[in-house]
């Protein structure tokens, strides 16, 4: 039986999810963000991080990771292409997706979260920064769109990867014009298609309902949860300032760098 730590909004959690359901698996799942659920989720990831997969006597911790997992244990259908070349390809996206793509996301995107409820305005210059940023990545992703439609001659873990970031452009006013983004679009609308990804679709629009529903969130709605990469990203445009008082006003928490194992 397969276990994943879940939360329905994570976009490593949606990655992982979609890899599941297109691989056909099933999995119970434990919304492991809720506030009733930490202590167990420190259980198997001591960084309180999700996804984190558990397979009988296997814990999986990182997204990649898992879906390497999933990927060596049940091979078909395969999430990665064939070929050395556009292996490297898929990964390479994957990363992007996972790092600097999620930071720049998660670094402007706090204050249109529906579990927090700031009465500040993000710091102007942070949007306008991290929009045109996620422009420049858009570009190189309009090119890397293949014949195939897809990022790597067929769907694959780039696309995976890249869908839930995508999908969440909109609220940021990062609007995808059809002129300079014809590839993009045609994949965006193709990936809404698959299977794997219209039942996460509905999930996270079913789990929003349930969770935000009543006015009431299950989740923290005070403190954030700042890793590496979205620090970095932070750091790289002059905030520090800004995150020290995030940090002093107790707004602002790392995880535990002590790494979860398998
Ligand atoms: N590198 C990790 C990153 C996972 C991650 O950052 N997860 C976030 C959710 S998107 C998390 O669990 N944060 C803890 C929290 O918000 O309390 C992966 O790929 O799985």
Redesign the pocket.
Known sequence: MLTLYD?PF????RKVRMVLRFKGLQYGSVDA?ALAEHDRLVHVNPR????VLVDGGVTV????D?VSYLEDRFPNPAVLPIGPELRAKARRWQRLS?TLL?AII?DISIWTWPSHHRSDQPPRVLLEAGRRELHQILVDLESSIDVSGFVCDQLSIADFSLFPHVSSLKPLAVLLEEAAYPKLLRWNRTMRMQLAVQEDLEYVKRSAIEKFGSGQSPY?DEK??W?GDRIEWLLAHGFQDWFVSELSRGRAIV?NPVQGAA
């Open positions: 939360n994570s976009p490593f959690a963000l309180a991080e999700v996804p911790t990182d997204s990649a898992i996972d999620d998660h923290e954030i949860v890793r995880p």
